[in-house]
């Protein structure tokens, strides 16, 4: 089973996901792949990577995983990957064939995933060249996701819509 569940930043997206996540995990813990890097040093991020890792704790099997996610991905497990943007960002230098194909290799896998992406579609064409990629990128990720997974999900503020 393939879920991407969608949704603007702190729409509620993550804990919807987690619910899915311990779902289809059944007596098993599902695995959390955390994807960003915060190799920046930028505190506000670790206070919210702190709070997602107590939030998660007690459910969840956790790895830090910021590239190559199919590597790590075992046949008969669930998997909760947040999220797809951090990951992309991980991967923005790559040439767009690169990062559908990494994306391909993810969709693939035999094994249960949730698929967490923030929806920055509805904004502005960035005006400096990294940006645009990433927005563009951002949305060619999103329409193979709800193209390849078995149910899309929509969150806002809070409330799911089961789209797929």
Same mark, same amino acid.
């Given at each position: 089973m393939? @879920?991407?569940?969608?949704g603007?930043?702190?729409?509620?997206?993550?804990?919807?996901?987690?619910?899915?996540?311990?779902?289809?995990?059944?007596?098993?813990?599902?695995?959390?792949?955390?994807?960003?890097?915060?190799?920046?040093?930028?505190?506000?991020?670790?206070?919210?990577?702190?709070?997602? @890792?107590?939030?998660?704790?007690?459910?969840?099997?956790?790895?830090?995983?910021?590239?190559?996610?199919?590597?790590?991905?075992?046949?008969?497990?669930?998997?909760?990957i947040?999220?797809?943007?951090?990951?992309?960002?991980?991967?923005?230098?790559?040439?767009?064939?690169?990062i559908?194909?990494?994306?391909?290799?993810?969709?693939?896998?035999?094994?249960?995933?949730?698929?967490?992406?923030?929806?920055?579609?509805?904004?502005?064409?960035?005006?400096?060249?990294?940006?645009?990629?990433?927005?563009?990128?951002?949305?060619? @990720?999103?329409?193979?996701?709800?193209?390849?997974?078995?149910?899309?999900?929509?969150?806002?503020?809070?409330?799911?819509?089961k789209?797929?």
């Amino acid at each position: 089973m393939k @879920i991407f569940v969608y949704g603007g930043q702190k729409s509620g997206k993550t804990s919807c996901a987690v619910r899915y996540a311990l779902k289809f995990s059944g007596k098993k813990k599902p695995i959390y792949l955390a994807t960003y890097d915060n190799s920046y040093g930028d505190k506000n991020m670790q206070k919210r990577i702190n709070r997602h @890792i107590k939030e998660r704790k007690k459910s969840f099997k956790s790895i830090e995983k910021t590239t190559k996610l199919h590597k790590c991905i075992k046949t008969n497990e669930t998997y909760l990957i947040d999220c797809m943007s951090m990951w992309l960002l991980n991967h923005i230098e790559l040439p767009q064939k690169k990062i559908l194909k990494q994306l391909n290799k993810l969709l693939d896998t035999k094994a249960n995933t949730v698929f967490v992406l923030n929806d920055i579609s509805c904004g502005v064409i960035p005006a400096d060249k990294i940006s645009r990629k990433f927005v563009d990128m951002s949305g060619l @990720i999103g329409q193979v996701l709800a193209q390849k997974c078995d149910e899309v999900v929509r969150v806002e503020y809070g409330i799911e819509t089961k789209i797929k």
